[in-house]
């Protein structure tokens, strides 16, 4: 009992360091494109992928299998974790790609060597290590701890190096292996499926579980749309595709006839389709289903590739088709920056249907035993598998009972936080690019950004660059970890599935509607914009915020200028208008939003702009400032005040500029921890204001 239980729970916490190394490589090699918006060439690094190729050959094969080797590689993986602690990003993209290696090498030697009983317990850690993962993430609010923090990175590289102790010297590694040379391996086994196609059915499944379920929260903001109708929070409905994903996997230990299996796998084609084309709660619960599904499988796809005769080809395949699906992903939404770009523009759809055809095509042409009567051929081992599943499924459940009660406490303490707000006059809003919350140092820096947001005191703050669903980016949720850091009202959109990079909305006071819009963006990347209605305690004010097209796409910002001009000139009276147009002050579009949109500049002396602008109508403003990013990101925060006049039809604004705060009142000022008054660039790491601000406003008489 002690044995196959410490086997089953070291496992699993090596496959959850594994998945952790193969969800971190593609947004470390994504953030030199990111900076530079063109191929840098260090998308090279995803050459460690392929590390499987090495075992074609005989020698290396045989070399791998080695168990002194063989403990280097596990040893190599784990210590690679230690990467998120390196000086720069160059070395920990270095550093991290040795560790995808590593790590793939030793899952190619173990998947296919030792007895049936060793090789189930494996594969089943590594599927047992994806749902660690989800529930980890969890209890860090989207985020995977062995990346956000030095001290959970020790403790888990610390556990993971225990673990692959463990594993050397328990039999497994410590003695020869039983199958030591290409071949062996699946001699036990019932059936030898073809290696290719069952690589690139697994490689296939393994993208998707990584694209859509990545994290529990991706479902809800795939079928995201505006308040109040917007579908599922991501908490706590995250908890429904924990679930799915459990049951899925209970779902696994059924043997299925062969019509079953057919019309399981229509259901599975349905839900994806229904997730990709159905609105909020229909979309939502089709992506439940479709948990169901892919966990549903995986033992079995697992069970079939572990059974290829070749075992360095069906993974190479598998990795091939991984990276292929990986950067096609990344083609669909970057296609404006990248060679070939405009036929993968916004084909979602083809991937997702690629991937289904390559997993039905495998999951109804194999095998359909599950996966321990895959393995299970001697009499004497039954006991032992009985068991194993018995540790398994209490395992599995185990973790979803912890992941439960992870969102069950975030909840309850979010929903404390919500509507503390006191009744006011006056507001401050606020616009901020943040890249996905990655700063100049390639390190996702939420922790940051939730201190300088605080900081701000800003009552509604729009975040451009937020969508980091995407698994090139993180598979994490930004909105949703800030809104309950820092208690704050969420929105966001347009949704995933719509090949934007994101807007987030976060409102310390309650957001009575909002819709998501696609600008019209004929050649360009597609350009998000929300329209929203915001209840500063009785007092409604409108909210129109939005992400314009690049430089280079002239008619795409001239479409997007006239469509926010109708957004906003169809508003109420009351209106504040955040966004990034990349035009100077006076050009064509800003005169479009200015002209048509009815609304007035912040500061039109401020002819050192270029992308990011505050407007509005119907309110009375009272300061503008502009924060520097001190390389939390690439660009500043720009911050407005404004009160909400009594008496709508009868206001005067203040039309006077003052750079001394002593000349207004102190409930106004901004706060002085960013220092004062700064005319040019501020330069150093700290945020401070800067390029002539802050200032006030009063009225001349």
Not at 287 to 294: D, E, K, S, Y
Not at 503 to 522: E, F, G, N, W
Request: proline share 4%; aromatic share 12%; glycine share 8%.
């Amino acid at each position: 009992m002690g044995a196959l239980w410490r086997a089953a729970v070291s496992e699993s916490l090596l496959g959850y360091i594994s998945w952790s190394l193969y969800h971190a490589l593609p947004p470390m090699i994504y953030y030199f494109p990111l900076q530079t918006l063109a191929l840098t060439g260090l998308e090279v690094f995803a050459v460690a992928f392929f590390s499987p190729v090495l075992l074609i050959i005989g020698l290396f094969w045989r070399l791998a299998n080695n168990k002194y080797v063989l403990a280097l590689l596990r040893l190599t993986t784990v210590g690679n974790l230690a990467s998120y602690q390196a000086p720069n990003a160059p070395i920990r993209l270095l550093i991290l790609s040795a560790g995808v290696s590593s790590s793939l090498l030793v899952q190619t030697v173990t998947w296919w060597s030792g007895n049936s009983l060793q090789r189930f317990i494996r594969i089943w850690g590594f599927i047992l290590g994806k749902i660690m993962l989800l529930v980890l993430r969890i209890w860090y609010t989207s985020l995977n701890p062995v990346w956000s923090s030095q001290a959970a990175n020790t403790v888990i590289l610390t556990l993971g190096c225990i673990a692959a102790v463990e594993r050397i010297y328990s039999g497994g590694d410590k003695k020869k292996q039983e199958a030591n040379n290409t071949g062996n391996g699946v001699r036990e086994t019932v059936s030898q499926p073809n290696w290719l196609l069952s690589g690139i059915a697994f490689g296939s499944l393994m993208f998707l579980t990584v694209w859509i379920f990545g994290e529990v929260s991706l479902i809800s903001r795939w079928a995201v749309s505006g308040h109040p109708h917007r579908g599922p929070d991501p908490n706590p409905y995250g908890g429904t595709v924990l679930l799915g994903l459990a049951h899925g996997l209970m779902l696994s230990f059924w043997s299925w006839s062969s019509v079953a299996n057919f019309a399981w796998f229509l259901i599975g084609i349905a839900s994806s389709a229904g997730l990709l084309y159905l609105q909020t709660w229909s979309a939502a619960v089709a992506g439940n289903i479709l948990a169901v599904f892919t966990m549903c499988v995986w033992p079995q796809l697992a069970g079939h590739f572990a059974s290829c005769l070749h075992p360095a080809k069906a993974m190479s395949a598998a990795m091939f088709a991984y990276v292929l699906e990986l950067f096609f992903c990344v083609w669909c939404t970057a296609y404006k920056f990248v060679p070939g770009g405009i036929y993968a523009r916004e084909s979602s759809h083809l991937l997702l249907g690629f991937i289904m055809l390559c997993i039905g095509l495998d999951f109804l042409t194999g095998s359909k035993k599950d996966l321990s009567s895959i393995f299970e051929v001697k009499s004497n081992q039954k006991p032992l598998f009985k068991r194993s599943k018995k540790y398994i499924k209490l395992l599995l459940w185990l973790f979803v009972g912890v992941g439960l009660l992870g969102l069950g406490l975030r909840y309850k303490a979010y929903e404390k936080k919500l509507g503390q707000g006191v009744p006011k006059r006056d507001f401050s809003a606020m616009i901020w690019p943040f890249r996905f919350a990655y700063d100049n140092e390639g390190w996702s820096n939420l922790e940051g950004s939730a201190n300088l947001l605080n900081q701000t005191g800003a009552d509604f703050i729009t975040i451009l660059e937020s969508d980091a669903s995407k698994p090139f980016i993180g598979n994490n949720d930004p909105t949703m970890w800030l809104g309950e850091r820092l208690g704050f009202y969420t929105d966001f959109g347009p949704s995933t599935r719509d090949h934007t990079w994101g807007i987030m909305a976060l409102s310390r006071y309650p957001i009575v509607k909002s819709t998501h819009h696609l600008l019209p963006s004929p050649e360009g990347e597609i350009a998000p914009a929300i329209s929203m209605t915001v209840n500063f305690t009785g007092k409604l004010v409108d909210f129109v915020v939005a992400h314009f097209g690049n430089e280079e796409e002239d008619l795409d910002r001239k479409l997007q200028a006239i469509a926010v001009s109708k957004l906003l000139k169809t508003s109420s009276k009351q209106i504040v208008f955040l966004g990034y147009i990349t035009s100077a002050p006076g050009s064509r579009d800003y005169t479009e939003l200015i002209k048509n949109g009815n609304v007035q500049d912040i500061d039109n002396t401020d002819r050192d702009r270029w992308c990011s602008y505050i407007m509005y109508r119907g309110l009375i403003r009272l300061g503008y400032a502009r924060i520097s990013h001190a390389g939390l990101s690439d660009s500043e925060v720009q911050m407005a005040k404004f009160r909400i006049p009594d008496d709508l039809d009868n206001y005067v604004d203040n039309d006077r500029i003052v750079t001394d705060p002593s000349q207004v009142p102190e409930d106004i000022h901004f706060n002085p921890r960013f220092g004062s008054y700064k005319d040019g660039h501020n330069y150093e790491l700290i945020h401070h204001f800067h390029m002539s601000t802050p200032k006030y406003f009063k009225q001349t008489n």
